[in-house]
């Protein structure tokens, strides 16, 4: 008893540890951007104004920018952090709406989705290990510091704050408490629409939990009962299927899943009832916002997700692994693999921001690689395959049911995006890595080390490699 105190309280000094210097150094990278960036600068020339005609006590729908396409979520949990300053130091209204007070909000975020990354590995992940609070550190650090989430901690943008509303309200699902939840949920919608998918997402999570109970149930049943088991390449298939129909015609188990769901539930309506009433998702300027079935944006998730957890996803014994099952069962790969050229031949879009704005590294991918050799997208095909499988294959350890709530979400959040932005994979990606089994310390150490080189070559070109457009005198720079 007294040894597992000691554990928990060495657990928390090393957390303690963890968030300290993960703060300081924002904080010092802060100055840096603040010095550097004196102007609002991308899409904080929509965000940062609206922000502060909010912090002036202006929310007319008059004053609203027509070019935002967010909801007001972080204009307003700004008001509510940065005013009190006003009240309680008695700084001047120019001061706590400036520039650098509105940023310092998302350094804020970054310092709670810390936290809250620390909570869900200790709720998702068995801590019946001895290394487990090591690797749970490891992992939450590992994390924060993603880089495309760590960068945008520091500009004026909604993803620090939508990854803190939806984080909270996963764990606010795995502990029961699906009113709250729902609530948090509705925040992170304010953030960013397409969050109302994680909701979904979370009452998923319920239902994927009930019905691994039930099925487990209905598997031991049937060994008591010695049942013949089907022989046959789909027999568990047609044996789940049976499952869920059953499961799913049973008024009680229906009525128990509406009991449990209802919260989210409601919040799915309401927002059914905004894009009724809004005429879509998106509000402001939709122009540049279609949706559309871009299926190969699932295929970048899959290579974005491959590239940033190689260490947990690519190794030679995985290769080899991939290649035996692709050989065994070869007809089933040939199909895959003919679907996928397939959705990449008749479904790839090109936004036209990705092609206009070379500030982003996305330009860069596109331009040079994918557009000067029209040949490469197919190439690369058989890449995504074994990423997807990778990535299905690490989450092995979670039910079935979770896997196709987690992989249905996933899609609803990826496909009907037209634009290639890695930003919009950072929710996915986060949710995916939480859930796999905590890897090994060694693994987590040079990941992280993979990190810290990536973030700092980030930041190091963000900071120091400006340029100027040849029809503007101001300063650009390259970022995510």
Known sequence: MAVGAGVA?????????????????????????????????????????????YCEGHFSLSQWDPMITTLPGLYLVSVGVVKPAHWIFGWSEHVVCSIGMLRFVNLLFSVGNFYLLYLLFRKVQPRNKAASSIQRILSTLTLA???????????YYTEAGSLFFTLFAYLMSLYGNHKTSALLG????????????WTVFCA????????????????????????????????????????LLAY?????????????????????????????????????DRSSHETCLHF??????????????????????????????????????FIITLVSLFLVWKFTYTHKYLLADNRHYTFYVWKRIFQKYEIVKYLVVPVYIFAGWSIADSLKSKSIFWNVMFFICLCMVTIPQKLLEFRYFILPYIIYRLNIPLPPTSRLVYELGCYAVVNFLTFYVFLNKTFQWPNSHDIQRFMW
């Open 9 to 53: 309280q060495l657990e928390g000094y090393y957390f303690s540890a963890a968030l300290s210097c993960t703060f300081l150094v924002s904080c010092l990278l802060f100055s840096a951007f603040s010095r550097a960036l004196r102007e609002p600068y991308m899409d904080e020339i929509f965000h940062l104004p609206q922000a502060q005609r």
């Open 145 to 155: 510091v993603f880089p495309t989430l760590y960068f945008f901690n520091f500009l």
């Open 186 to 197: 509705f925040c992170g919608f304010m953030f960013r629409q397409t969050n109302i998918i």
């Open 204 to 243: 998923g999570h319920v239902i994927a939990q009930k019905l691994t109970e039930a099925w487990k149930t209905e598997l031991q049943k049937k060994r008591e009962e010695r049942q013949p088991s089907i022989k046959g390449p789909l027999s568990e298939f047609r044996k789940l299927l049976q499952f």
């Open 248 to 284: 799913s015609t049973s008024f009680k188990n229906l009525s128990m899943l509406v009991l449990l769901t209802w919260p989210y539930i409601l919040l799915v309506l309401a927002f059914c009832a905004f894009v009724v009433v809004n005429g879509g998702i998106v509000i402001g």
């Open 296 to 333: 190969p944006q699932l295929f970048y998730f899959f290579s974005f997700t491959l590239f940033f957890s190689f260490p947990h996803l690519l190794s030679l014994s995985k290769i080899k692994t991939f290649l035996c099952l692709v050989w065994k069962r070869r007809i089933q790969f």
